[in-house]
């Protein structure tokens, strides 16, 4: 692995597994704190998450801040990035997430790992990480062919807070998030059964949202790399 690699990597592991701190950190600290009311801890989980994506991106974007294999799957797609830097980059997501997670637990006194058992199955759930994932790709696209990428960590933060909401599923959004969220048994956490409709629904939403950005900004596969400008 070059230089440049393994600093793109170590900046994809560090992200990942920050954001996956701030979501299931939030999300514990959202119900200790709001043990009765659901509707004040999804606020704090989504304001949390959403702040930290904003701060994560500005600090890490000029080295690599995708944070998101769908999104490293969209820029080889585009060819921006050759296999080799694309595997890299996957296994640093996920790699980061899962010890974002379990960090998240021993921060909180749980166990490191505690397999989640909330159910998160059903059509509209699965439509919301589809529907999720696709305006995901869209704003972070749309960001970079805007001619200002300094924008779109703040694009793709409020996306994400806004998402929590108009989503069923709470948008996901992210398949290391998603695997790493197995990992713990609190209010983010997603029983193993369910992830891998929820990883698919999200590869569905990026492709049908690659295919919609190519029609809609013919350049947009000589961007600025993503890897270094969004979740």
């Known amino acids: 692995m070059t230089s440049t690699l393994a600093r793109r990597a170590g900046a994809e592991l560090v992200g990942t597994a920050f954001l996956l701190m701030a979501v299931i950190g939030s999300g514990i600290a959202a119900v200790r704190l709001s043990p009765d009311d659901t509707g004040l801890q999804l606020l704090q989980n989504s304001v949390v998450t959403g702040a930290a994506l904003v701060a994560l991106i500005l600090a890490l974007q000029p080295v690599s801040a995708a944070f998101n294999p769908v999104v490293t799957l969209v820029e080889r797609a585009f060819g921006s990035l050759g296999n080799r830097e694309t595997a890299a980059l996957l296994a640093a997501q996920v790699a980061g997430g899962m010890l974002g997670a379990v960090l998240a637990n021993l921060m909180f006194d749980l166990d490191a790992v505690s397999i989640a058992t909330r159910d998160r199955s059903g059509g509209g759930l699965w439509l919301a990480e589809a529907v999720a994932t696709f305006g ?27 998402a929590y909401w108009f989503t069923s599923s709470t948008s996901f959004a992210n398949p290391a998030v998603t695997l790493a969220r197995m990992l713990s048994d609190t209010f983010t956490g997603i029983a193993p059964s369910s992830v891998a409709m929820f990883v698919l629904m999200q590869l569905v939403g990026a492709g049908l949202a690659a295919i919609v950005v190519r029609a809609l900004y013919p350049e947009a596969a000589r961007s600025l790399p993503v890897e270094r400008s969004a979740r």
Do not use: D, Q
């Open 136 to 162: 995901l790709v869209l704003v972070i696209f749309g960001g970079l062919r805007s001619g200002r990428p300094e924008t779109v960590a703040f694009a793709v933060g409020g996306y994400i807070t806004a």
